[in-house]
């Protein structure tokens, strides 16, 4: 059963999440029990506030993300031994040097 009620109640925040079938990011409540593609039905995964969605053309970019999150990296701050917070990276090669490098931080 999903019901529509106000978008902004409180304590209710809005995650984005992803589906990687339809290469697509919608936003749900952190506390809805369906977390399922409104497109394919398929499963979605929930990523951190910060996530941007790459247009969905752009299949190498998506090719990143779920590579990423494959490996725990679901967007949400890491930050290295001196404190500085990583940016993630855009290409796949990056992407693999960045998991080299900071698996252990996911
Ligand atoms: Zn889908």
Known sequence: MTTHGPRDQPGDFRRPFVCFTCRKSFKRSAREATRTCPDCGGGATQLHQKFRAPPRES?????????????GFRYQSITDD???TLSYPTTMREAEEFVRRHGGRA
């Open 59 to 71: 299949s190498e970019k998506w090719r990143v993300v779920a590579f990423l999150v494959a490996h």
């Open 82 to 84: 001196t404190g500085r």
